[in-house]
């Protein structure tokens, strides 16, 4: 017999057990909570009715949180009766009275056909993927169905859109669109992760595709091999729930920003130079700052040089996209504070994080947003001056 049976074992004796009709019973009384210990991918089968879900893995951590009162009467039910036991051990230990192991598990409750919940429409193997994270209290099953249903275009598949993109798909964003007209180049690979020795020469669109589908399969991909411009802009974008800017030049920048604004759709702005970074975040809603709010002018090549001329090393664009990347998932979470009329900028030699915030300003083209038409030949016409991004 294993260590663990014989703790088990000895934990029979000690722990009072009942069964799921008697469970059940205690539970119709109202004054009983079930607590299920099951794994979050364990639930793909759903749990027992009126059950709350605390993970063994962070039982002794998250329990409290979820159950503050030590009078209650606790039931802990798991997938067969073992880590129940030691759960129930647990609550014991940490001072709470009149706990109760659910024999069988939930299985036996499945097989008394007693009344079950079923909270997600993922996969067992989705399920299975995302563990770890819907463990995490703020995320949870909601969580990642929200992620699952999210529509998020990043435009760029470079230094930014790569770790972006990878991550995104990695913690389980839905759908992601990856638009770039470029070709892998040598110079790239030191920063744009997503492309190899391999793809030199294909479209960056397209490379990007082929390796995010190998990390995360369950993931909806669509490849827009082709830059954006007033022409397909609005067309390109108006699908997505959030936009991110991994663009690396001003006159894709402004037109994103006009676009989404359009649309009062979020985006997501990155930009790197040198050993330095900046991320900020664009709701799109009346009164919220936009990107030209911050930068009204575009600045000249000897502010602002191109990467090319610049240089960049290659993990700063790295940090960025990742930063950008938790930006997005903020938003489709609604947890936590957005960058919403911040500039965070990043010293990577300092190891500085510094947050500048800034105001809209009222002359500014998202005060008139209506005014915006983008089927000027050549540009596009903010009012009745012609701005060519």
Same mark, same amino acid.
């Given at each position: 017999?294993?260590?663990?049976?014989?703790?088990?074992?000895?934990?029979? &004796?000690?722990?009072? /057990?009942?069964?799921?009709?008697?469970?059940?019973?205690?539970?119709?009384?109202?004054?009983?909570?079930?607590?299920?210990?099951?794994?979050?991918?364990?639930?793909?089968?759903?749990?027992?009715?009126?059950?709350?879900?605390? @993970?063994? *893995?962070?039982?002794?951590?998250?329990?409290?949180?979820? %159950?503050?009162?030590?009078?209650?009467?606790?039931?802990?039910?798991?997938?067969?009766?073992?880590?129940?036991?030691?759960?129930?051990?647990?609550?014991?230990?940490?001072?709470?009275?009149?706990? =109760?192991?659910?024999?069988?598990?939930?299985?036996?409750?499945?097989?008394?056909? $007693?009344?079950?919940?079923?909270?997600?429409?993922? *996969?067992?193997?989705?399920?299975?993927?995302?563990?770890?994270?819907? +463990?995490?209290?703020?995320? &949870?099953?909601?969580?990642?169905?929200?992620?699952?249903?999210?529509?998020?275009?990043?435009?760029?598949?470079?230094?930014?859109?790569?770790?972006? +993109?990878?991550?995104?798909?990695?913690?389980?964003?839905?759908?992601?669109?990856?638009?770039?007209?470029?070709?892998?180049?040598?110079?790239?690979?030191?920063? /744009?992760?997503?492309?190899?020795?391999?793809?030199?020469?294909?479209?960056?669109?397209?490379?990007?595709?082929? $390796?995010?589908?190998?990390?995360?399969?369950?993931?909806?991909?669509?490849?827009?091999?082709?830059?954006?411009?007033?022409?397909?802009?609005?067309?390109?974008?108006?699908?997505?729930?959030?936009?991110?800017? +991994?663009?690396?030049?001003?006159?894709?920048?402004?037109?994103?920003?006009?676009?989404? $604004?359009?649309?009062?759709? @979020?985006?997501?702005?990155?930009?790197?130079?040198?050993?330095?970074?900046?991320?900020?975040? =664009?709701? &799109?809603?009346?009164?919220?700052?936009?990107?030209?709010?911050? !930068?009204?002018?575009?600045?000249?090549?000897?502010?602002? @040089?191109?990467? *090319?001329? +610049?240089?960049?090393?290659?993990?700063?664009?790295?940090?960025?996209?990742? $930063?950008? *990347?938790?930006?997005?998932?903020?938003? %489709?979470?609604?947890?936590?504070?957005?960058?919403?009329?911040?500039?965070?900028?990043?010293?990577?030699?300092?190891?500085?994080?510094?947050?500048?915030? !800034?105001?809209?300003?009222?002359?500014?083209?998202?005060?008139?947003?209506?005014?915006?038409?983008?089927?000027?030949?050549?540009?596009?016409?903010?009012?009745?001056?012609?701005?060519?991004?």
């Amino acid at each position: 017999m294993t260590r663990f049976k014989k703790h088990v074992s000895v934990l029979e &004796g000690e722990i009072p /057990q009942i069964g799921p009709a008697e469970c059940q019973s205690l539970l119709a009384n109202g004054k009983s909570l079930l607590i299920d210990v099951r794994e979050p991918h364990e639930l793909a089968v759903g749990r027992p009715l009126d059950s709350i879900n605390v @993970p063994k *893995s962070l039982f002794e951590q998250e329990v409290e949180r979820h %159950v503050p009162e030590h009078c209650e009467t606790l039931i802990v039910i798991c997938a067969s009766g073992a880590r129940s036991l030691l759960a129930a051990k647990s609550l014991l230990e940490l001072g709470y009275k009149n706990v =109760f192991s659910v024999s069988g598990g939930f299985n036996a409750w499945l097989t008394l056909k $007693l009344p079950v919940v079923v909270e997600s429409s993922m *996969s067992v193997t989705e399920l299975q993927r995302f563990a770890r994270q819907i +463990a995490v209290p703020e995320i &949870g099953i909601a969580g990642q169905e929200a992620l699952r249903k999210a529509k998020v275009l990043i435009v760029g598949a470079g230094g930014l859109g790569s770790p972006c +993109a990878l991550y995104l798909a990695a913690i389980g964003i839905g759908c992601i669109g990856i638009a770039d007209g470029d070709r892998v180049e040598l110079s790239n690979l030191h920063r /744009q992760v997503v492309h190899s020795d391999a793809d030199l020469g294909e479209n960056k669109a397209l490379s990007a595709v082929k $390796l995010i589908s190998n990390l995360n399969s369950t993931v909806k991909l669509i490849q827009l091999p082709f830059m954006l411009t007033s022409a397909n802009v609005l067309q390109t974008i108006a699908d997505y729930d959030v936009v991110v800017d +991994a663009s690396d030049n001003f006159s894709t920048r402004r037109l994103l920003n006009d676009a989404c $604004l359009v649309f009062a759709k @979020p985006h997501i702005h990155g930009a790197v130079h040198r050993f330095e970074g900046f991320v900020t975040c =664009f709701t &799109g809603q009346p009164n919220a700052p936009c990107y030209r709010c911050l !930068f009204p002018d575009v600045p000249s090549p000897d502010i602002a @040089p191109p990467c *090319s001329e +610049a240089g960049v090393l290659g993990l700063v664009p790295g940090v960025i996209g990742l $930063l950008q *990347s938790m930006e997005v998932v903020k938003l %489709v979470l609604r947890e936590g504070d957005i960058l919403d009329g911040k500039l965070l900028r990043y010293n990577s030699l300092r190891n500085e994080l510094v947050t500048f915030e !800034f105001e809209s300003n009222n002359d500014c083209v998202c005060y008139r947003r209506e005014e915006i038409d983008f089927g000027v030949s050549n540009g596009y016409s903010i009012g009745n001056s012609c701005t060519h991004p």
